[in-house]
C-alpha cells in the first residue's frame, strides 16, 4: 500500500492540554523538558524547546485542548481538507496560534479538537533552534471506549495511514497505530473503559539522547512512571513520566520508518507492548 498526499504530508506540530493550574504544569515541562515559557495571560502558557511545543490552558485537568497537525505545503493541507469534507467530517476555526491563515480544525468521534495547517515558523531539523537536545513531538495516543470509530475516523474519513493493530484473541480491536509521515505513528488509539489522552510522546532518537532527558528528570527529583522498554509496533525504546497533572509522557527513540507495507496484526499480550518486561496492557 503506497502513501497518498494525505498520508504523507503531516507530522504533530503541537500539543495543548488544560490544567488545573496551567503556570505549574508549563513550569514542569520547561524544567523537564527543556523548554522556555511564554506568559500569554493567566489562563495560558506556551512553552518551546528544540522541535517541540506544549500549551497548558486553564481548564480540566488531563483533557485535551487542542492537538496541531502542521502540513508540508498548501496543496497537501488542501487536499486534507476535501478528503475529510467529502466524507461528511465538520470543518470548524482554527484555534491554534502555530498555524497560518487558513488552517481549520476538525472534531474526532470523541470529541478531540485537532488542528490542520502550515506552520508560522518551519521547522528544519538541520538548523536548531537553538542548542539542546532534538526531541520534537511527535505522536498522540488516545484511550477510547468506541476504538472502530476511532478507525474509522482518522483512518476511513480523513486518510491516515493505517500501519497497525492490535488484537485481542477473539479479533475485537485492542489498539489502532495511524500515521501521516514516514514515522509509525502520529496519531494512535488504546480501547479502554475511559475516554481522553493516554499520553503524548517525543522522539529523542537515541537512547543516548533518552538517558539525557531521563537525567534532566532525576536532577529534578521527578521518577520513572515506566520504562525502560521497547514496544513491539513500532519498535521504538521507551520510558514514561507522569506530570503534575496526571498526564503520561513518553521519550521515545529509534521509532520504525515505514514506506510501503502491509498492515501487521499483533496480539494482545505483555510482550506486545514491551518486548522487555513488565506492561501496561489498557485493555
Known sequence: MSHNAVQAGAYLHHVAFESSDPERLANFYAANM?????????????????????????????????AGLAYRNAEVLAAQR????????????NVSPYFEDGAFAVRDNDGHLICFGIATRRT????????????????????TQHLEGFK???VDKLGFFLSDR???????????????????????????????????????????????????????DVLLTWGPGRHGPGNNLFVFYTDPDGNWIEISGELE?????????????????NKWGRAILRS
Not at 125 to 143: K, N, W
Not at 167 to 175: I, K, M, R
Not at 189 to 216: P, Q
Open 34 to 66: 527543556d523548554m522556555d515559557v511564554e506568559k500569554i495571560s493567566d489562563t495560558e502558557f506556551r512553552c518551546s524547546g528544540p522541535m517541540r511545543r506544549f500549551v497548558a490552558v486553564k481548564g480540566q485537568d488531563k483533557k485535551l485542548a487542542y
Open 257 to 273: 520508518t515505514i514506506y510501503d507495507r502491509e498492515v501487521i496484526d499483533w496480539p494482545q499480550d505483555p510482550r506486545t507492548l
Open 166 to 220: 492490535v488484537l485481542h484473541e477473539n479479533g475485537d480491536l485492542a489498539t489502532v497505530f495511524t500515521t501521516t509521515n514516514h514515522e509509525h505513528h502520529t496519531i494512535a488509539c488504546f480501547k479502554s473503559d475511559r475516554t481522553g489522552v493516554d499520553h503524548h510522546s517525543y522522539e529523542a532518537a537515541t537512547f543516548e539522547n533518552i538517558k539525557k532527558f531521563c537525567d534532566r528528570f532525576a536532577a529534578n
Open 152 to 154: 474509522e475516523f482518522y
Open 82 to 93: 476535501t478528503q475529510a469534507e467529502a466524507n461528511g467530517v465538520e470543518i470548524l476555526d
Open 124 to 143: 528544519t531539523a538541520y538548523l536548531p533552534e537553538r542548542d539542546g537536545i532534538h526531541a520534537p513531538t511527535q505522536h498522540l495516543t488516545f484511550a
